[in-house]
């Protein structure tokens, strides 16, 4: 239950970030409003999974790393965003990251 709650965190994190881009600084009501709500329900489904049973450094690895990876993802695929060697290079350390902080992590 936890890992569904976190998978929850993390889609909730990318469209509060991804509407962050597109309330243009804020300034745009609706979608502000999507990024305040986004972040709010991402934290309070964070903070339940650590609840649960999650380590706290394992989930936040997950969670700030599949957001992380889905952002550059999206701003490349639907925001005329770059994604160079480089940027495809940081996201695979990132997931490598992930995997050995579960891989370490006590169950």
Known sequence: M???????????????TSALKLSNGLTHLGWSVVVAAGYLVSFVLLARALKLQLEMGTAYAV?????TAAIALIGAAFMGESLNPAKIGGIL???GGVVVLNLAGGH
């Open 2 to 16: 936890a890992w569904i709650l976190l998978a929850f965190a993390i889609a909730s994190e990318v469209l509060a």
């Open 63 to 67: 969670w700030s790393g599949a957001g």
């Open 93 to 95: 350390l990132i997931i």
